[in-house]
C-alpha cells in the first residue's frame, strides 16, 4: 500500500496561510524561475530503498551511510553527507547538506531525524522551496508530530525571490493542525520593504478551504466626504451555510460607523443582509444609516420568491457617504417582494408573478404627485402557447396606493392571436389583439366615473425578405422589412396617469405596438414601419457588421397623449439608424442615431469605439447625446507599459454644462511578488455642481492578501473591457 507522503503536506499546509491564490500562468511572469525537482522514476510500492559510498552496521541493527547518502520511497528523496538508519526504529539521522525532495517541494537543513513508520520528522536550521507557488522560508525547526499536526518555531514565509524580500511574513511559534483545518502563531509581523506594517501577538489562521472566523486586514483611503476612511473588519463563520463581516469604520470627518454583512444559503434560496450604521455623524449632525435585503430562490420546484428591500436615513446619504457619481445620483430606493410561479400547459407556457412594491423617495425636491405609486399588491399573468397559431395572453390586476393621491386598482386583459408563416427567405406574420382595462377608483373630487374602462383592438401585420450573397470569404445579407400597426384612437383622458410614460424611441421601438410603458395609456395608431438591416459575416460565422435604418410613417394623426402634451400631428417619425462595425480584431464600434428630419435636430446620437488589443490594453470613446438634456463625451483606458507599469484613466465631461462629471487617473506597478495600484478621483455627487475628491490604492502580496480599496471593482465599473488582475 503507498503511504501518505510525510512533508508535501507539511509544507503546502504552511503555504494555505496565505489567501488561495488564483493560478493564472503570468502571476509569476516577473520572477525568477523556482522549477520543481527532477527526480528519477521509482517504484510506488511505499519500500524505502538506501544508497550511499559507504555503509556500516552495528550489533544494535543500526546502518551507517556516508558519502553521496540517498534515501528513497516513491517520489521522495532524503540526501546528505551522512545519515544512520535505525533499523527497529524505522528511524533516520542526516546530517551535512541534508536536502529533502519530491514534485512539490524542496527542503534544506544542518540535520533531519525521519522516522518513516511513525509519519514524524524533524528539520534544524531549515529553508524551503514551494514550486507551485513560488514560495520560499526558512526556519530554525520545522517538526511533524503526528500525520496531522506540525510545529515551527523562528518560520517565514514570502513569494518574492530570493535576496529581493520585497515582503516578508515571520513567526516566531506556528502550530498547524490539518485535522482541525486551522493554525495558530506568536509574534507574528508582516514586513513590506523592510518595514513593519502589521504586528498580532497571537492569530488563529484557516489552513484549508475551510472558513474560519478571524479579523480581516484592514481597508483604507480617503476623500473629501469622509476624511481618512479606515475600515477593520471581521469574519464570522457563524455555519457551513451562513456568515458574516462584521466592520468598524472609522470615517475621519464624521465618526465611527458599524457595518454588517450577513449572508445565507438555505434550502429554499440564497440571500444577503447588508446594514451600515453612524451613530453620531459630526458632519451631518445626526445618525445615518443603510439598509439592504436580497433574497432569492425557490420555495418548490415550480414557485420563486425574490426579494429586494432598501432604506437609507436621509437624503444626503449617498452623495456624502457613497462611492460613484451614479450612487451619489439615486433619487428613489425599491423594495420589492416577488413570488413567481411557473407552469407548462397544452404546448405552451405561462407564468404568473405576485408582487408587492414600494419605493423610498429619497431626493426631497421630488414633489408628493411625482412620486411612484405603490403596487400593493400586483399579479401579473403570462402565457404562450404555440403551434401553426400563436396564442399570447397578458393579464394584470394591481392595487394602486399613494399619500394625497388618486388611488385605485386597475385591471388589464391583453390576449393577442397571430398566425406566422415563416420560409427560408421570407417571414410574414399577422396578429390580431384585444385589450381590454378596467379601473375601480377610490372616490376622490374632481373624478366623476369610478369605473372607467376602455377596450381596443390591435391589428398588425409583420413581414420580411432575407437576401444573402457571397463576398469574397464570407458572407452578406440584406433584410428589408416591413411592420403595419392599426389601433383606432379613443378617448382616454378620463382615465388616470399611475404608472405610465412614453417609451423611448429607438430601433427596437420601430416594432413594437405600444408606445407608453403601462396600461393608462394605449396610443392609437395607423402607421407603417420600413426597415432596412444588413449583416457582414466572415468564414467563421462571426458577425463583423450589423446596421440598420427605418421609419414610421403615420396616416393619421395621434390623439392619445399624456396629460400636458399636444396631439402628434407629423407624418412620419424620426429617422432611426443603429451600426455595430468590427473593422478590425483590435475594434469595435458602435452608433446610434435618431433624427428629426421636420425639426432638423438631433433627438438621441451616440457614438462608440473601443480598442482592446490584448494584453491588458483598452482604450473608450464614447459620445452621448440626448435631447436637449444631455451632451456628454467620455474617454477611459487602461493601459501597461511594459510588464511592470501601467496607467489608468477616465474623463467624463458634460458638454451642456461645461463642467468635469467624472476624473479618474492612476498608476499600477507590478513586480515579482507584489502589486500597487494608486487612483485619484473627483466626480459630483449632487446637481449643485459638488464634487467629491478623494485618493484610493490597493497593494497585493501575491500569494498572501491584499491591502486597502477594492480598486479592480471601482476600475471595472468606471473603464469597460478593463481586466482585473489575480
Not at 403551434?387 to 391583453?414: M, P, Q
Request: negative net charge; aromatic residues 10%.
Amino acid at each position: 500500500m503507498h503511504r501518505p507522503t510525510l512533508l508535501p503536506s507539511l509544507l503546502l499546509t504552511l503555504s494555505c496561510t496565505a489567501t488561495q491564490v488564483n493560478a493564472q500562468e503570468d502571476l509569476w511572469g516577473l520572477c525568477q524561475p523556482l522549477p520543481a525537482a527532477t527526480l528519477p522514476a521509482a517504484p510506488l510500492d511505499g519500500l524505502l530503498r538506501m544508497e550511499a559510498d559507504k555503509a556500516f552496521g552495528d550489533q544494535s541493527g543500526g546502518s551507517t551511510l556516508e558519502g553521496d547518502v540517498l534515501l528513497r520511497r516513491d517520489n521522495q528523496r532524503l540526501s546528505a553527507d551522512r545519515a544512520t538508519y535505525h533499523h527497529a526504529e524505522g528511524r533516520a539521522e542526516a546530517t551535512g547538506n541534508v536536502v529533502y525532495e519530491d514534485t512539490e517541494v524542496t527542503i534544506r537543513g544542518s540535520a533531519a531525524e525521519v522516522r518513516f513508520e511513525q509519519d514524524r520528522a524533524r528539520f534544524v536550521d531549515a529553508d524551503y522551496r514551494i514550486h507551485a507557488l513560488h514560495a520560499r522560508g526558512d526556519a530554525m525547526g520545522i517538526e511533524q508530530l503526528s500525520p496531522t499536526l506540525y510545529t515551527l518555531e523562528s518560520a517565514s514565509y514570502t513569494t518574492c525571490d530570493a535576496g529581493r524580500e520585497a515582503w516578508l511574513l515571520s513567526g516566531k511559534q506556528v502550530r498547524l493542525d490539518r485535522e482541525r483545518g486551522e493554525g495558530t502563531a506568536r509574534d507574528v509581523t508582516l514586513r513590506f520593504q523592510g518595514v513593519p506594517i502589521l504586528y498580532t501577538p497571537w492569530i488563529r489562521f484557516p489552513i484549508d478551504d475551510q472558513r474560519r472566523s478571524g479579523v480581516l486586514l484592514p481597508r483604507f483611503g480617503g476623500s473629501d466626504k469622509t476624511g481618512l476612511d479606515i475600515e477593520i473588519p471581521y469574519y464570522w463563520n457563524i455555519a457551513p451555510n451562513y456568515d458574516a463581516t462584521l466592520g468598524a469604520r472609522l470615517l475621519g470627518s464624521r465618526g465611527l460607523m458599524a457595518r454588517g454583512e450577513f449572508r445565507y444559503l438555505i434550502p429554499r434560496g440564497e440571500g444577503t443582509l447588508n446594514l451600515d450604521y453612524l451613530p453620531d455623524d459630526r458632519e451631518y449632525g445626526e445618525a445615518r444609516h443603510q439598509v439592504a435585503w436580497q433574497h432569492r430562490g425557490p420555495l418548490t420546484r415550480s414557485l420563486w420568491l425574490d426579494v429586494d428591500v432598501n432604506d437609507v436615513s436621509d437624503a444626503a446619504y449617498f452623495q456624502d457617504l457613497g462611492n460613484s457619481l451614479d450612487v451619489a445620483s439615486t433619487t428613489h430606493l425599491e423594495r420589492r417582494a416577488d413570488l413567481r410561479y411557473a407552469g407548462t400547459l397544452a404546448n405552451g407556457h405561462w407564468s404568473l408573478l405576485g408582487r408587492a412594491q414600494g419605493y423610498q423617495t429619497i431626493d426631497p425636491r421630488i414633489a408628493g404627485p411625482s412620486r411612484p405609486y405603490q403596487r400593493l399588491p400586483q399579479l401579473l399573468f403570462d402565457g404562450r402557447w404555440g403551434g401553426h397559431t400563436e396564442l399570447h395572453l397578458r393579464g394584470e390586476w394591481v392595487r394602486f396606493e399613494r399619500e394625497d393621491s388618486l388611488t385605485g386598482n386597475r385591471l388589464d386583459l391583453y390576449p393577442e392571436l397571430s398566425l406566422p408563416w415563416r420560409r427560408p427567405g421570407w417571414h410574414l406574420v399577422p396578429g390580431i389583439g384585444y385589450r381590454y382595462t378596467q379601473y375601480d377608483l377610490d372616490p376622490l373630487a374632481p373624478v366623476t366615473d369610478e369605473r372607467p374602462s376602455r377596450g381596443l383592438p390591435v391589428v398588425s401585420v409583420d413581414g420580411g425578405l432575407h437576401f444573402e450573397r457571397r463576398t469574397g470569404n464570407g458572407l452578406q445579407t440584406l433584410e428589408p422589412r416591413l411592420y403595419y400597426l392599426y389601433v383606432p384612437q379613443r378617448d382616454q383622458d378620463d382615465l388616470p396617469i399611475f404608472d405610465t410614460g412614453r417609451l423611448d424611441f429607438g430601433f427596437d421601438q420601430l416594432f413594437r405596438n405600444e408606445r407608453f410603458s403601462g396600461a393608462d395609456r394605449m396610443g392609437d395608431a395607423n402607421q407603417l414601419t420600413a426597415a432596412l438591416t444588413t449583416r457582414l459575416l466572415d468564414a467563421s460565422g462571426q458577425e463583423r457588421l450589423r446596421a440598420g435604418i427605418g421609419q414610421v410613417f403615420h396616416f393619421e394623426d395621434r390623439e392619445v397623449t399624456l396629460p400636458g402634451e399636444d396631439p402628434d400631428t407629423t407624418g412620419r417619425s424620426s429617422l432611426v439608424a443603429e451600426a455595430q462595425w468590427r473593422p478590425a480584431p483590435h475594434w469595435l464600434t458602435r452608433a446610434t442615431l435618431v433624427w428629426n428630419e421636420d425639426a432638423e435636430l438631433v433627438d438621441k446620437g451616440v457614438a462608440q469605439v473601443q480598442y482592446r488589443p490584448g494584453g491588458g490594453r483598452v482604450v473608450n470613446l464614447a459620445y452621448r447625446h440626448l435631447d436637449q438634456a444631455l451632451e456628454q463625451t467620455d474617454l477611459s483606458f487602461a493601459w501597461p507599459l511594459g510588464p511592470r507599469w501601467g496607467l489608468v484613466g477616465r474623463w467624463n465631461y458634460s458638454l451642456q454644462d461645461r463642467r468635469d462629471l467624472e476624473l479618474l487617473a492612476g498608476v499600477e506597478h507590478e513586480s515579482c511578488c507584489w502589486r500597487l495600484a494608486v487612483v485619484a478621483r473627483r466626480y459630483v455627487t449632487d446637481d449643485g455642481g459638488a464634487y467629491n475628491n478623494g485618493v484610493y490604492f490597493q497593494l497585493t502580496l501575491k500569494g498572501l492578501t491584499s491591502l486597502g480599496n477594492r480598486i479592480g471593482d471601482l476600475l471595472g465599473d468606471g473603464i469597460p473591457g478593463y481586466e482585473q488582475k489575480p
